[in-house]
């Protein structure tokens, strides 16, 4: 039996979100087309626009995917961390694990970023992605830094904007100096910086 459009929407977003991501990647948000996107996912441009606006919306549900895998993969690696270790150490281990990924990442989001910093409704809307992300972010490394009996000393969600700002800093220093580059002791530095014990 033939599956109903009801069904048959996830299907369709997923391979419509596989498609933009890979084409993405490889040739850049901008020189990127619709009809680029339904080809290589095997559809037809009325699959895409009964799915999505424009290829700006389709970007951010692949924000909203990537954001979601970032979390669950952080919040993984602070609970898996053994006794006694530093699961800011694991958080910072986990995400130079994804090196590829997060430098391909970097790349397709910077090149949104600018083009949504040049039309303000599409830079708001970005901006309420993005504020979902930190709340994520922040809600990882408050129960991380309790683990360790130790507490944000400015407001968690400011250290968790910090922390992205630093991530993505160092991942474009990364992509500049080359492999080589590793400045993963930064971090450690702007956690302790910013911590102090939790005092009864």
Avoid at 84 to 107: M, S
């Amino acid at each position: 039996m033939p599956k109903s459009p009801t069904k048959r929407r996830p299907l369709t977003q997923a391979a419509l979100v596989q498609s933009a991501w890979a084409l993405f990647t490889e040739r850049g948000f901008h020189t990127t087309s619709i009809s680029d996107i339904v080809e290589r996912a095997g559809l037809t441009r009325g699959a895409f626009y009964s799915n999505y606006r424009d290829k700006e919306e389709i970007f951010l549900a692949l924000y909203d995917v990537h954001a979601d895998r970032l979390l669950s993969d952080l919040r993984d690696a602070a609970v898996q961390a053994k006794p006694g270790d530093n699961p800011i150490d694991e958080i910072q281990n986990r995400l130079a694990g994804r090196t590829e990924e997060e430098r391909q990442w970097f790349l397709v989001s910077m090149e949104f970023t600018l083009h949504a910093a040049r039309h303000p409704e599409l830079a708001q809307q970005l901006a309420a992605h993005e504020n979902r992300l930190t709340q994520g972010l922040t809600e990882v490394l408050t129960e991380a830094l309790a683990r360790m009996d130790l507490r944000p000393t400015i407001p968690a969600d400011d250290l968790a904007r910090l922390l992205t700002a630093v991530f993505e800093g160092l991942t474009a220093l990364r992509l500049t100096h080359g492999a080589a580059y590793d400045a993963r002791d930064l971090t450690p530095h702007l956690i302790s910086a910013l911590t102090a014990p939790v005092t009864e």
